[in-house]
């Protein structure tokens, strides 16, 4: 996808603080963060909401799930975080490429 912020992010085309990496996956701090610590976990291949995934992307969610509590724990979120995972417009969602926001830290976060 040309114009989709996160692939130009996972290109290395667009800045963005990284926190993890590998062949599949990037993981980058959100820009506007939440919490202490907000990570964004994504698929490299573009998707653009969880609405759009079939039986081909039941790896990559399965691996950016598993990614969630290993990263989380290194970014020192030891007493617990949230996921979140906005989906299309009435989700919140802004930016279609789908990504696990995972936060935390500091205040205890507001019940929802
Ligand atoms: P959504 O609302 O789509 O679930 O979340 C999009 C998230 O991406 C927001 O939390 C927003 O702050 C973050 N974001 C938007 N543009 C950028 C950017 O250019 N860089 C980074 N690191 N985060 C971004
Ligand atoms: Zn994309």
């Known amino acids: 996808m040309d114009d989709c912020l ?5 290109r290395g085309e ?3 603080k990284k926190a993890y990496e590998d062949e599949d996956v990037l993981v980058f701090h959100d820009i506007h ?3 202490p610590v907000h990570l964004l ?3 490299k291949a573009h998707v653009e909401s ?5 039986a081909q ?15 989380a724990l290194e970014y020192g979120l030891d007493q617990g975080f949230r996921t979140m995972i906005n989906t299309g417009r009435g989700g919140g969602q802004e930016v279609f490429h789908l990504h696990l926001h995972v936060f935390g830290g500091g205040e205890r976060i507001p019940k929802i």
Not at 50 to 54: G, K, M, V, Y
């Open 6 to 10: 996160f692939c130009k992010i996972a």
């Open 14 to 16: 667009l800045p963005s």
């Open 33 to 35: 963060p939440i919490a």
């Open 41 to 43: 976990l994504i698929p």
């Open 50 to 54: 969880l609405a759009s995934c079939a």
């Open 57 to 71: 992307h039941q790896a990559i969610l399965g691996k950016l799930l598993l990614l969630a509590p290993k990263l």
